[in-house]
């Protein structure tokens, strides 16, 4: 049996765990040194923390965070966060994230990628998509924590980025994301079938079921969210939790 990779997607203003609703709204969820501890016990396959204020604020995620991360975390973990130079990837990756995440510089320099790809390897870049729904002109990916849209459909964008050399995508609905309402899931099986990377799916999971979904329909090679992870149910009562081993197992393909 085949588990695909389980992705806590945790977000990070300033020295708290923070969870969105379609980017807006932000709920005070704990400490995030604390919330890694939990995630070790539970044998999380992965983490990734996005910085959501880096970018705005022109800086890059903080180094000493990634670093305690590092000292705590028993499995690979991806930042994100403000990482639009050579050296802002060095600085993370020395500091001790597998890999980064590149979300807006992407947007806005697209060579950028194939800069870092070249110098850092394919399997150190990962590019988060933010996509969103134009009302007149249907899906499009979005820079700037979804402020600032781009002219490229999201299958455009994955496909000039897997080019670029990036080794990931994550896929993100803006629209879905923290309504536990569900993955995007032609959104994501349109950019799973374009590209010849793994996709993670990211944005509206509130169930295993959306997961498993995630998976099955939407051929996501991976599968991340936030809400799911850290609140109980539909109710959001506060509480880390991750998947048992056993729980999400599908037949291999």
């Known amino acids: 049996m085949f588990r695909p990779r389980i992705i806590p997607v945790l977000l990070l203003k300033g020295d708290g765990l923070v969870k969105s609703v379609r980017f807006k709204d932000h709920r005070y969820i704990g400490d995030p040194i ?81 800069r870092a790809s070249d110098e850092f390897g394919s399997s150190t870049i990962v590019v988060c998509v933010d996509v969103k729904r134009s009302y007149f002109k249907g899906q499009r990916v979005w820079s700037k924590n979804a402020t600032r849209p781009t002219y490229l459909t999201p299958v455009e964008f994955a496909t000039l980025m897997t080019k670029n050399g990036a080794g990931e995508l994550i896929i993100q609905s803006v629209t879905r994301d923290g309504t536990m309402s569900g993955y995007d899931l ?43 992870f850290v609140y109980k149910d539909m109710k959001r009562g506060v509480l880390i939790n991750y998947p048992a081993k056993g729980e999400l197992l599908f037949d291999p393909d």
């Open 34 to 114: 604390n919330a890694v501890r939990i995630f070790n016990e539970r044998e999380a396959d992965e983490l990734v923390f996005l910085d959501i204020d880096a970018t705005r604020l022109g800086r890059t995620v903080s180094l000493d965070f990634v670093r305690k991360v590092g000292e705590e975390a028993s499995m690979p973990f991806s930042v994100g966060g403000g990482i639009k130079t050579l050296d802002d990837i060095r600085w993370v990756i020395g500091a001790g994230a597998e890999k980064v995440v590149i979300g807006s510089q992407a947007a806005i320099d697209p060579e950028f990628v194939r």
């Open 186 to 228: 032609d959104l994501i099986g349109s950019v799973s079938s374009a590209v010849d990377v793994p996709v993670i799916a990211l944005g509206g999971a509130g169930t295993l079921a959306d997961l498993a979904r995630g998976h099955r329909e939407g051929h996501a090679n991976a599968l991340a969210a936030g809400s799911l």
